[in-house]
């Protein structure tokens, strides 16, 4: 199958409404102002860059459109590259055909490939991976701790859900590096990178396939031996091992980007905000409300949707295979639904934020990814209780799809 790289533009955007580029340097450092202005002037946005896309920005338009899944497909959730996983042999095509459901899948497929998944993600079954998280975590800082200063994404945030996701599937966590080259690759440089997309992608799914071919000689009980053998009403028996492969790359791609920018997120505005880290220590039973405060402010993940036949949406003329861009981020900061949203109040009271999205695809791992910023900002905050950037212009941050902080040093 070939690639072509999408349309893209170098010139700096004018006019956000009619020609916007999720890629601009200073949108991804800092959006809000730009989702502001959208919401107020056209809150469904529309460009030809990267391949063209739809952008609504309001909370209400967000919810409607993911419910609507007859028009708006998760076929294909990514911008920017024109087409599926390149494939390097018809072998290798035949693995990856299943795509990365229930994320790519729509009804009825999605229903059974989402049914699969829920029973292992559960608050019981996500709470055995308390202690090692913890532990993890701790030995991260037993690191840097006498340094006075580290990178709170890269030592920190970055190492966490990639062992947390190598332990689920069975792997060891020593290969976690490697599988956070790849999702990196895949999901932030592979955006702009269609060789650097395939190429990770086509790394995952032979390691992934290697995993497979492991479980099905030696089943355990992990993630991947639970697949191959799951049931669900309406899917088939047995799961085809392109399908349980599908998954798992899912798991790793959603798994990994999404909770280290969550947390690292965490990470910069908490080193910002000492009081907040004081109250955090002082009364340890607001880290629930704060968590979802910190996931609505700082929601990373904006996946796509296909348009399946022309149609008219709030007066715009959408073309069947138009993309839209499901600005989950920009929705929880809608004044319109939360007041003072531009405010981040660790005790909110109402928050029904969608930073994990909304409809049928919500998160299947909010309870593991919950999990994780919880024990990482209880961990980091035990031992060190005070702390702030090194230099707040020198923090990076990813944008595109997933948003969070690439490079944020802090000093303690
Ligand atoms: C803070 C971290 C996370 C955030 C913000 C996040 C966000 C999201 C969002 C917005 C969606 C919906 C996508 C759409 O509507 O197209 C989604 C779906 C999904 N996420 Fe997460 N996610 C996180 C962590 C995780 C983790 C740790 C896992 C599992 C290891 C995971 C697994 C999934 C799966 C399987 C889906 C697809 C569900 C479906 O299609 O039915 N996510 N996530």
């Avoid at 989402?114 to 996500?126: C, D, G, H, I, N």
């Avoid at 060891?172 to 599988?179: D, K, L, N, S």
């Avoid at 709030?314 to 989950?328: Q, V």
Wanted: hydrophobic share 40%.
């Amino acid at each position: 199958m070939t690639i072509e790289p999408a349309k893209k533009h170098t010139e700096p955007v004018e006019d956000w409404a009619t020609d916007y580029d999720i890629f601009d340097p200073g949108y991804v450092k800092d959006p809000f102002p730009t989702w502001d202005e959208l919401r107020g002037k056209c809150p469904v946005a529309h460009t030809e860059r990267w391949g063209g896309s739809w952008m609504p920005t309001t909370y209400e338009d967000v919810r409607k459109i993911a419910a609507n899944v007859d028009i708006f497909s998760s076929r294909n959730p990514l911008v920017a590259t024109v087409g599926e996983l390149a494939v390097a042999s018809p072998e290798m095509e035949q693995r990856a055909s299943a795509g990365a459901p229930p994320i790519s899948s729509d009804p009825p497929v999605h229903t059974w490939a989402r049914a699969l998944l829920l029973p292992k993600f559960s608050m019981k079954e996500v709470s055995a991976y308390e202690e090692e998280t913890r532990e993890l975590c701790r030995s991260l800082i037993d690191v840097f701790l006498d340094k006075g200063r580290a990178d709170a994404a890269t030592d920190y945030a970055q190492q966490i859900p990639a062992r947390v996701i190598a332990n689920l599937l069975g792997i060891p966590q020593e290969r976690a590096g490697e599988f956070t080259e790849w999702v990196q690759g895949f999901l932030e440089y592979g955006l702009t990178d269609v060789n650097m997309r395939s190429g990770s992608a086509m790394q995952m799914v032979s390691f992934l396939n290697e995993q497979i071919q492991d479980r099905k000689a030696n089943p355990g009980d992990d993630l991947i031996s639970y697949l191959l053998s799951a049931k669900a009403d309406g899917a088939p028996d047995p799961i085809p091992e392109s399908h349980v492969l599908g998954t798992c790359f899912l798991l790793m791609v959603a798994g990994i980007d999404t909770t280290w920018s969550s947390i690292g997120a965490a990470m910069w505005h908490l080193a910002q905000n000492p009081d907040e880290c004081r109250r955090l220590i002082d009364e340890p039973e607001l880290i629930t409300s704060a968590i979802e405060e910190l996931l609505r402010a700082y929601a990373p993940v904006t996946m796509a949707r296909e348009v399946t036949r022309d149609a008219q949406y709030d007066g715009c003329p959408m073309k069947e295979n138009d993309k839209i861009l499901m600005n989950f981020p920009a929705a929880n900061r809608d004044p319109e639904k939360f007041e003072k949203p531009d405010e981040v109040i660790l005790d909110r009271k109402i928050n029904p934020h969608i930073a994990f999205g909304v409809g049928i695809h919500r998160c299947a791992g909010s309870n593991l990814a919950r999990m994780e910023m919880r024990v990482a900002i209880e961990e980091w905050l035990k031992r060190i209780p005070e702390f702030r950037l090194e230099d707040p212009a020198a923090v990076t941050w990813a944008g595109g799809q997933v948003r969070g902080p690439r490079k944020c040093m802090v000093v303690f």
